[in-house]
C-alpha cells in the first residue's frame, strides 16, 4: 500500500516539475532572440534535468522538457514573422486580443475571422479558439496570398 501511495507521490512531482520547467523555459524564451535552435532546446533541457533530483533524472524527463522547448519555439517563430501592416490590422480588428468575439457576426480572433473564412482551420471551430501562433500563421498566409483584401472594412483605422 505504502509503495503505490509513494508511486503516485512521485508521479505527481514529476508532473509538476515538467510545468513548472516549461512555464520556465517560456518565460526566458520570451526575453531571448526570436528564433531557438535544435541545439539551444538540447541545452536547455541538460540544464533544467541538472536542477531535479536524482531520483527525478531520466530520459523520458529530457525529452519532455526539450520537446516543451521546441514547441514554444515553433509557437514564437510564427508569432515573430507576422508582418508589420498584420500587426496594425490586428490592433485595429481587436485590440491585439486572440479571444475577441464580435457582437453583430461570427466574427472571432485577433484578426476577426468569420467562422465561414476561417473554415475549422487547423481543427478549431472558431478563431478565437486557437492559440495565437495559429490565428498569427494564418492571417501571415493569408496576407501573402491574397494581400489584405479581407480586411478593406477596416481599412481607415490601419491606414490601408
Not at 509503495?3 to 514529476?14: D, S, W
Not at 531520466?58 to 517563430?77: D, E, L
Not at 491585439?96 to 465561414?116: F, K, M
Request: charged share 25%.
Amino acid at each position: 500500500m505504502t509503495n503505490l501511495r509513494t508511486g503516485r507521490i512521485i508521479a505527481t512531482l514529476i508532473v509538476l516539475v515538467l510545468a513548472i520547467l516549461i512555464v520556465d523555459y517560456g518565460k526566458a524564451d520570451r526575453a531571448e532572440a526570436h528564433t531557438v535552435t535544435k541545439p539551444q532546446c538540447r541545452a536547455h533541457a541538460t540544464r533544467q534535468i541538472k536542477k531535479l533530483p536524482r531520483s527525478l533524472r531520466s530520459v523520458g524527463t529530457w525529452r519532455a522538457i526539450y520537446r516543451g522547448c521546441r514547441k514554444k519555439a515553433r509557437q514564437h517563430a510564427w508569432t515573430h514573422r507576422v508582418p508589420a501592416i498584420m500587426v496594425r490590422i490586428r490592433a485595429c480588428e481587436s485590440g491585439h486580443n486572440y479571444q475577441a468575439e464580435n457582437a453583430r457576426s461570427t466574427a472571432s480572433g485577433a484578426y476577426q475571422y468569420l467562422d465561414s473564412t476561417w473554415d475549422e482551420h487547423e481543427g478549431y471551430a472558431r478563431a478565437k479558439d486557437a492559440p495565437r501562433w495559429i490565428q498569427d500563421r494564418k492571417a501571415t498566409l493569408d496576407f501573402q496570398s491574397g494581400g489584405t483584401t479581407p480586411w478593406d472594412a477596416s481599412a481607415h483605422c490601419w491606414g490601408g
